[in-house]
């Protein structure tokens, strides 16, 4: 059967190179905390995590994945279908023995209960592509793994699966028999022995006389060959019978099979279907040897039946339930942005292009994390900032608790919810992917007894350095500012020089005013990218959480701050 091996919802190709970005960069973003209000599940937590936190700066990835996250958010009803389909692929995957280990012991009720799992996964490929028919979905990858189910249906392999199964099931319960043939030797002896038939009544015992004139009867009774045609008389053999089975033995010898009543069949083990048996003089104990042999030819025979039905599940599911944790994915997050939207909250669709004179232009943006704490979404304020050559590294500053670091995440929550396929909080978001994304915020005190603050801002700071390229993002929060203003801009000044060396996209939120007056110097010095200062903008002393294109207002700031609480010279000179 044609299979479609390591399809997959999350990347259109194999040779698609990935960064990881690192647990303290998502937690940086606020993206810790997406993840957690998606899912009350720590698993489904921990993959949403793994998702967003791939990035490539392929495009193409970005909008396969983003087509199919439309389908998942426009359809509803797919949504809800594929849930309860991966409900039941969890309980049986959690519950179902058709993978446990070939050495367990085994039996019939085993067997019958597997043929079930398996009715059941064939069942699960039917509701996929019930699932996947539905004529609005659009996505590239949506509209293959259709493509891969119906084929999948439609295969003889499959179809002959579902015969095989349909004639195969029944329920242990309905076992009250075992035939099974037995060859013997010149001596009568028990060479081999297989399985005839499994019956749904059990034998009832027959006369002593009539067995005896049939075991006895003129040779043109004895059959021609082994298939049975139903006439069968029973002679019960119990293991309590220690003696004259032998004489029982070559009487059925005569038919050429034997039979026993299957609760004592069902749990042996053995390599093949059919047990060669071998030559044994102590005929005393042969009602037990014999048992014993029965019960190794229904566990190999259990076994081989089911490892023939694995493969058909490996077949019919495997790619299928291998599936579910991205399709999870795309569930959950078109169900959380479902809420905020309704909430109020706007959302767009990204538009990922290869290369561009403006690598970023995002219009009406917002922190995705401030709006899942507002109860009113019009409370929010939305901002509009670009990247391009000329604008490539901004020195943001602004009043304390004025939204810098707010919009910094932001930016950084743009780029990886939209590489992840999904929409985002803005109203037109227009970017080429970055291959990774580089945050330094400020550490924890516990991470710089050695090196000391300073010392482990450097330390960071040039690690991160060294792995960016110009399709990398980097958000510098306060960073240097653990120092001397002297010292931190010195340092400051430096890297921002070095940043446009390489043209690495950065915001760099800073109390430095100084750092964001010199950006046109900076620029002047620079072959190619440039500087520009960004202020958090502040209205008659409030802040607006505004963003501008402008010179630091720290001085101007601090005027109104200070007539706002009446701490001017003049003003306090006036009350003395």
């Known amino acids: 059967m044609s299979q479609k091996p390591g399809f997959s919802l999350m990347q259109p190709s194999a040779n698609i190179e ?122 590239d ?15 003889a392999y499959f179809a002959e699966m579902k015969k095989d199964i349909g004639e195969l099931k029944m329920k242990a319960s309905d076992v009250k028999s075992v035939t099974l043939g037995i060859n013997v030797n010149e001596r009568f002896e028990a060479v081999s022995i297989g399985l005839v038939s499994v019956n749904k009544k059990p034998f009832k015992k027959s006369g002593i006389v009539s067995n005896f004139a049939d075991a006895i009867a003129s040779k043109d009774k004895i059959r021609e060959t082994s298939d049975w045609d139903g006439d069968l008389h029973y002679q019960q053999i119990s293991q309590e019978e220690k003696t004259g089975i032998l004489d029982s033995m070559k009487k059925e010898a005569l038919t050429g099979v034997a039979t026993v009543q299957s609760a004592t069949l069902f749990d042996g083990r053995s390599a093949s279907t059919t047990v060669s048996v071998a030559a044994d003089d102590a005929m005393t104990n042969a009602t037990y040897y014999l048992d014993n042999v029965m019960n190794k030819m229904l566990g190999s025979l259990v076994k081989k039946l089911r490892d023939t039905l694995t493969r058909y599940a490996d077949v019919a599911i495997m790619n299928i339930s291998g599936l579910v944790p991205e399709f999870v994915y795309y569930i959950r997050c078109a169900e959380f942005i479902g809420k905020l939207k309704e909430k109020g909250c706007i959302f767009c669709e990204p538009f990922p292009e290869s290369e561009g004179e403006t690598s970023m232009d995002a219009k009406g943006f917002y922190n995705l994390k401030l709006a899942m704490k507002k109860e009113n979404a019009g409370e929010i304020v939305p901002n ?139 620029t002047r010095e620079s072959i190619g990218a440039g500087a520009a200062s960004l202020i958090m903008r502040t209205e008659e002393g409030k802040r607006s959480f505004k963003v501008a294109l402008a010179q630091p207002e720290g001085s101007s700031y601090a005027k109104d701050i200070a007539e706002k609480y009446g701490v001017t010279y003049e003003m306090l000179v006036s009350e003395s």
């Open 18 to 139: 990935y960064r990881t970005l690192p647990d303290h960069v998502m937690h940086d973003l606020g993206l810790d905390d997406f993840c957690k209000e998606i899912s009350g599940d720590a698993t489904e937590r921990r993959m949403i995590a793994n998702v967003l936190s791939g990035i490539s700066s392929d495009p193409s990835v970005a909008i396969y994945r983003q087509q199919i996250f439309g389908d998942i958010f426009r359809l509803p009803d797919l949504r809800k279908n594929l849930m309860e389909l991966f409900d039941r692929i969890r309980f049986m995957r959690d519950f179902s023995g058709m993978h446990k280990p070939t050495d367990e012991e085994i039996g019939l009720w085993h067997l019958f209960d597997r043929l079930e799992d398996l009715d059941s996964y064939i069942k699960i490929v039917e509701t996929m592509k019930d699932c996947l028919s539905d004529e609005s979905i659009r996505s």
């Open 141 to 155: 990858g949506l509209i293959s793994l259709r493509d891969y189910i119906t084929g999948l249906y439609e295969d």
């Open 384 to 522: 509009d900032l670009f990247f391009d050559q000329k604008h490539t590294v901004y020195v943001l500053t602004g009043a304390n608790r004025g939204g810098k670091t707010t919009i910094t995440q932001a930016v950084g929550q743009l780029f990886v919810l939209a590489q992840g396929g999904l929409f985002v909080p803005a109203e037109s978001f227009r970017y080429v992917p970055c291959d990774c994304i580089f945050t330094h915020f400020p550490a924890d005190e516990d991470k710089t007894m050695d090196l000391g603050r300073l010392g482990e801002e450097c330390v960071r700071f040039r690690e991160m350095f060294s792995q960016t390229t110009d399709k990398s993002l980097l958000l510098l929060n306060e960073t240097f500012s653990t120092t001397s203003f002297e010292e931190g801009y010195y340092i400051a000044r430096d890297s921002v020089k070095a940043l446009l060396t390489k043209g690495v996209r950065t915001i760099y939120n800073t109390h430095m005013h100084k750092l964001g007056e010199d950006a046109e110097d900076f």
